[in-house]
């Protein structure tokens, strides 16, 4: 299992702009096989600071997601409104280590 926490700092003044685009991203995104979770949150102390908290079965099923059609139509036309590049955070749960 694989689970990913991405940022995104968007412009303040397009917050409007992009909502949509992350509402269909979510809703796309939780219907692709290999996601467990997909939940969108928004940082209330950094207005405009999006965070996905995401749980793919493998690394494959995040691959997928990432070449799927949604996700490479969606994610540029969120990007022109970010006002900082993202941060991406890929992690594995301890246990698996031993």
Known sequence: MLKLIAED???VDKIDLVLPLYQELVEKT???AGCIAYDLYHDLRNTGHF???EEW???AALDAHVQSAHFQRLVPLIDQYIRQEGIFTHMQHYQELF
Do not use: A, H, P, Y
């Open 30 to 32: 939780k219907q692709e």
């Open 57 to 59: 079965i493998d690394r």
């Open 9 to 11: 700092f968007i412009q």
């Open 51 to 53: 965070v996905f908290i």
